[in-house]
């Protein structure tokens, strides 16, 4: 598919997309977790992830920068202005002329509005805002719009999902379509949606971004990792939530 022209590049991305899992067939990550993992997720009281959130809201409320100004102020209360927000990224920038996700979109915020410095991938706090408004969408089915200006986009992002990659030359596609259900090092293999990101994974100890996994699921192939924030992963992450569509938001799920 690389040396396709665009025009071809996106027919084919939507064919390819086509033939995957169907959606009555979709199952979230949390269907294939075990008994105990899905106990923690469903109560909130128990769920580590939550630590996050109202870590989160404290840092919605909090003003900052040289603007001296909160989230709050802008938006007022995270309950109303941002249900269905996290169901929506990523979502195209028309001043970037790309998409971007939402933990860059928290940070433009803090940069542009706020005059703040922007917070460092992976770190406590910007963990901690993208999980407080994700959790705002939970339940709510995911809509990624892929219209015209996000098309290119979604067809990189598809023809990442099959690419070969690495020394084990393996694509996403080849665990999470063709082999999902089985097991991989005595896990099983979900089909790789991401409903619920930032989630806490046990294996981790901790919160994590998707594009956390990503890298973790390239560096297992022994590919070179995306950095942070860059087009192919965010592509990756529309492609994803795309493939995703109309599954429910779950922030923030618990992983094995």
Same mark, same amino acid.
């Given at each position: 598919m690389r040396g396709l %022209? !665009?025009?071809? !590049? /996106?027919?084919?991305? #939507?064919? @390819?997309? *086509? *033939?995957? @899992?169907? %959606?009555?067939?979709?199952? $979230?990550?949390? =269907?294939?977790?075990? +008994?105990e993992i899905r106990a923690m997720q469903d109560d909130d009281t128990t769920n580590p992830g939550m630590l996050w959130v109202m870590q989160g809201e404290t840092l919605w409320a909090k003003k @900052?920068?040289?603007?001296?100004? $909160?989230c709050a =102020?802008?938006?007022? =209360?995270?309950? /109303? $202005? #941002?249900?269905?927000?996290?169901? +929506?990224?990523?979502?195209? =920038?028309? *001043? !970037?002329? +790309?998409?971007?996700d939402l933990e860059q979109r928290i940070n433009q915020c803090r940069t542009e509005r706020q005059h703040a410095? $922007? !917070?460092?991938?992976?770190?406590e706090d910007l963990l901690a805002l993208t999980a407080f408004v994700a959790h705002q969408s939970r339940g709510v089915p995911i809509a990624v719009r892929t219209d015209e200006q996000?098309?290119?986009?979604?067809?990189?992002?598809?023809?990442?999902f099959h690419r070969r990659e690495g020394q084990l030359n393996l694509s996403c596609s080849q665990c999470h379509d063709d082999n999902w259900g089985k097991r991989l090092a005595g896990s099983v293999i979900p089909q790789g949606h991401p409903t619920g990101y930032p989630l806490y994974r046990l294996e981790w100890q901790s919160l994590g971004s998707l594009q956390r996994r990503l890298r973790n699921c #390239? /560096?297992?192939?022994? *590919?070179?990792?995306?950095?942070?924030?860059?087009?192919?992963?965010v592509a990756l992450e529309l492609y994803l939530m795309e493939r995703a569509s109309g599954m429910p938001i779950e922030t923030p799920a618990v992983r094995p």
């Amino acid at each position: 598919m690389r040396g396709l %022209p !665009l025009p071809a !590049l /996106i027919v084919a991305a #939507m064919a @390819t997309a *086509a *033939a995957e @899992t169907a %959606p009555e067939a979709q199952r $979230s990550g949390y =269907d294939f977790a075990g +008994r105990e993992i899905r106990a923690m997720q469903d109560d909130d009281t128990t769920n580590p992830g939550m630590l996050w959130v109202m870590q989160g809201e404290t840092l919605w409320a909090k003003k @900052t920068g040289a603007a001296d100004r $909160s989230c709050a =102020d802008c938006h007022g =209360d995270a309950r /109303i $202005s #941002m249900k269905g927000a996290a169901a +929506r990224y990523p979502a195209f =920038d028309a *001043a !970037l002329d +790309r998409p971007v996700d939402l933990e860059q979109r928290i940070n433009q915020c803090r940069t542009e509005r706020q005059h703040a410095q $922007s !917070l460092a991938w992976e770190s406590e706090d910007l963990l901690a805002l993208t999980a407080f408004v994700a959790h705002q969408s939970r339940g709510v089915p995911i809509a990624v719009r892929t219209d015209e200006q996000l098309r290119p986009f979604f067809a990189l992002g598809n023809e990442l999902f099959h690419r070969r990659e690495g020394q084990l030359n393996l694509s996403c596609s080849q665990c999470h379509d063709d082999n999902w259900g089985k097991r991989l090092a005595g896990s099983v293999i979900p089909q790789g949606h991401p409903t619920g990101y930032p989630l806490y994974r046990l294996e981790w100890q901790s919160l994590g971004s998707l594009q956390r996994r990503l890298r973790n699921c #390239m /560096i297992g192939v022994r *590919a070179a990792p995306y950095e942070y924030s860059a087009p192919e992963a965010v592509a990756l992450e529309l492609y994803l939530m795309e493939r995703a569509s109309g599954m429910p938001i779950e922030t923030p799920a618990v992983r094995p």
